[in-house]
Nanobody, 128 residues
Framework: QVHLVESGGGLVQAGDSLRLSCAASGPTFDTYSNAYTMAWFRQAPGKSRDFVGA????????YYADSVKGRFTLSRDNPKNTVYLQMNSLKPEDTAVYYCAAGEVSGIVLNQYDYDLWGQGTQVTVSS
């Protein structure tokens, strides 16, 4: 069993930065971490859950949604089994609940239904 725990959300002003963390735990992840792709999705009130970015655990290849490209950066700390989403130049439209997801998929996958493990979500609110 793999568990994902997000942290780092909060209330900030436009232009500020936040760093979200997603810690993965469990014997399956410890053994097969190289097979996983980690992703972040976000869901604003009344809207669908949208892809934000994804990173492969083995090679660290990352891909971002156009809406966050150049502002958000994914990284991973292998010994800590943690993925980070550094969010800079935040905008009010970035306000959402951010979810970490993990899946044993090949490479970068944008479809949320391909990820079978999810965290509980962390709220990010950006005021104008």
């Amino acid at each position: 069993q793999v568990h994902l725990v997000e942290s780092g959300g909060g209330l900030v002003q436009a232009g500020d930065s936040l760093r979200l963390s997603c810690a993965a735990s469990g014997p399956t992840f410890d053994t097969y971490s190289n097979a996983y792709t980690m992703a972040w999705f976000r869901q604003a009130p009344g809207k669908s859950r949208d892809f934000v970015g994804a990173i492969t655990w083995r090679g660290g290849s990352a891909y971002y949604a156009d809406s966050v490209k150049g502002r958000f950066t994914l990284s991973r700390d292998n010994p800590k089994n943690t993925v980070y989403l550094q969010m800079n130049s935040l905008k009010p439209e970035d306000t959402a609940v951010y979810y970490c997801a993990a899946g044993e998929v090949s490479g970068i996958v944008l479809n949320q239904y391909d990820y079978d493990l999810w965290g509980q979500g962390t709220q990010v609110t950006v005021s104008s």
